[in-house]
């Protein structure tokens, strides 16, 4: 095993220890502070919106699935050395092929967080991205779409 995936495998160990302990290990940016704080209860609340997924997985997003309790929260990462911190329900792959790894429709609501310039980098990946959500998204469902601004 690699150096860098057993420091991955032992930084999620910590984490899930600490949580058990009610130790906050949150990532403290301002996008994640607004994106656990307003966004995600008014996901919890809405009652329409019970089947989630947010793209892009990482130690920092390891208590993401305990925040939606009844509704199906799903994760999908591109690096398989960060499944480890998605939800039970997760799939390796890129949010440029929704298609081909959820039905159509089968979403409430698809979050993406960070993910345009951090992994979608070009024009073309952009377009598979939107015709994936087009395709992964209920009709009338809800895209929460989080650009980071540098």
């Given amino acids: 095993m690699n150096k860098s995936l057993l420091r991955s495998k032992m930084r999620a160990g910590l984490h899930r220890f600490l949580i058990r302990l009610g130790i906050d290990t ?3 940016r301002p996008d ?3 994106l656990e704080t307003i966004v995600f209860p008014e996901l919890q609340r809405n009652p329409e ?3 989630i997924l947010f793209v892009g997985c990482a130690w920092y997003t390891l208590h993401y ?3 939606f309790p009844g509704k199906k929260f799903l994760t999908l990462e ?3 050395a960060q499944a480890r911190y998605g939800a039970l329900c997760h799939r390796v ?3 440029e092929e929704l298609e081909s790894h959820f039905s159509r429709g089968q979403f409430d609501c698809i979050v993406l967080n960070g993910v345009f310039g951090f992994g979608v980098n070009t024009p073309d990946a952009l377009d598979r991205t939107v015709r994936g959500i087009h395709h992964a998204l209920r ?3 809800l895209l929460v779409f989080g650009w980071c601004d540098l």
């Fill in 49 to 51: 919106l019970q089947t």
């Fill in 139 to 141: 009709p009338g469902g």
């Fill in 26 to 28: 949150r990532k403290r």
């Fill in 65 to 67: 699935p305990s925040l």
């Fill in 78 to 80: 591109l690096d398989p």
């Fill in 32 to 34: 994640r502070i607004v």
């Fill in 93 to 95: 792959g890129s949010c």
